[in-house]
């Protein structure tokens, strides 16, 4: 019998952000609060602004949770779905100005 073991993998956080995402993430990769990850790059930013320099260098270096193609593909699907809303209102506005012209003739 093999154990598949399941790898946790650190993203930069695109729900739970103020920033950049890098709280959230360390947050959720560590089962922690996000709001004490936050509290501790505070805490750090008094110490001669290590907490920023620390922050920026995740930045750059944690990449950014996947799913943005997912979010696109939902957007484009809207705004599909908007326009066609928005040609059949147009349609039948045309109709109605149509037929109100009929009648007055």
């Known amino acids: 019998m093999t154990e ?8 930069r956080s695109r729900t739970d ?4 995402g890098v709280c959230g993430g360390l ?4 089962n922690a609060d996000p709001v004490f990850i936050r509290i501790a790059f505070l805490i750090l930013m008094f110490f ?6 620390v922050y920026l260098v995740l930045i750059l270096i944690i990449p950014l949770e996947p799913g943005l193609e997912v979010k696109v593909n939902r957007e484009k699907k809207i705004g599909e779905m908007v326009r066609g809303v928005k040609n059949k209102a147009k349609s039948l506005m045309n109709e109605f100005k149509k037929d109100k012209e009929n009648k007055e003739e």
């Open 4 to 11: 598949e073991k399941k790898y946790k993998k650190l993203y």
């Open 17 to 20: 952000r103020i920033i950049a």
């Open 27 to 30: 947050a959720e990769y560590s």
């Open 48 to 53: 001669n602004g290590l907490g920023v320099l």
